[in-house]
């Protein structure tokens, strides 16, 4: 059985880790996930839709969307926000 993480990526993305690979997938949620309300739950739920179409052993963080989004979103200003902090998400729980 399959670890999966979850929490709140800077406190307020919530995010799904499988492995610990040091070259892990970046997966943001899209389609339904933007239908369902932006809980840590919920990403669970859909890393265990991944873990079983992706090859096995196969690392990988999914990200979901931001409920508050700053004014000025950009891709560039994600991109900061993952590099700078990926190794250290917060608000942290584990189901095994």
């Not at 950009?74 to 990926?86: C, H, K, Q, T, V």
Request: aromatic share 6%.
């Amino acid at each position: 059985m399959h670890r999966i993480e979850t929490g709140l990526f800077l406190g307020r993305l919530p995010f799904a880790r499988v492995g610990q690979g040091p070259e892990s997938l970046l997966i943001i949620n899209g389609g339904q996930g933007f239908m369902m309300k932006p809980r840590p739950s919920r990403l669970e739920k859909d890393a265990g839709r991944l873990i079983r179409i992706l090859p096995p052993n196969t690392s990988f963080m999914l990200i979901g969307y931001d409920p508050a989004p700053k004014a000025d979103p950009s891709l560039e200003g994600m991109a900061r926000d993952i590099a700078e902090r990926s190794s250290a998400p917060t608000s942290r729980s584990q189901r095994a």
